[in-house]
Nanobody
């Protein structure tokens, strides 16, 4: 198993930036593909970014493309989500998730594809 703990959320003004971190412990972190999801009140949980375990392949939802950047440091067992030019619609609880992939180049975007989840961190963008 792997345990995931997110941090870095908070309150930010429109146009501001935040950097979320997800620290992993337990089994070998570098073996896991990782994803960042968010869930706003009354909405379904959606994938905003994903990264293969090698870090060589990434995915971004259209709504965050060009503003968010996912990265990972396997030596530090951490995955990051850099969020720039934040908008009110980015307000949500953000979760990181992990899954053992089929290959080093695989990433996943579906909620049900992931086996492990963090507890979430709140991001609020005020206008």
């Amino acid at each position: 198993q792997v345990q995931l703990v997110e941090s870095g959320g908070g309150l930010v003004q429109v146009g501001g930036s935040l950097r979320l971190s997800c620290a992993a412990s337990g089994r070998t972190f570098r073996n896991y593909a990782m994803g960042w999801f968010r869930q706003a009140p009354g909405k379904l949980r959606e994938c905003v970014a994903a990264i293969s375990w090698t870090g060589g392949r990434t995915y971004y939802a259209d709504s965050v493309k060009g503003r968010f950047t996912v990265s990972r440091n396997n030596g530090e067992n951490t995955v990051y989500l850099q969020m720039n030019s934040l908008k009110p619609e980015d307000t949500a609880v953000y979760y990181c998730a992990a899954v053992i992939p089929d290959s080093g180049s695989s990433y996943y975007t579906g909620v049900r594809e992931y086996d492990y989840w963090g507890q979430g961190t709140q991001v609020t963008v005020s206008s």
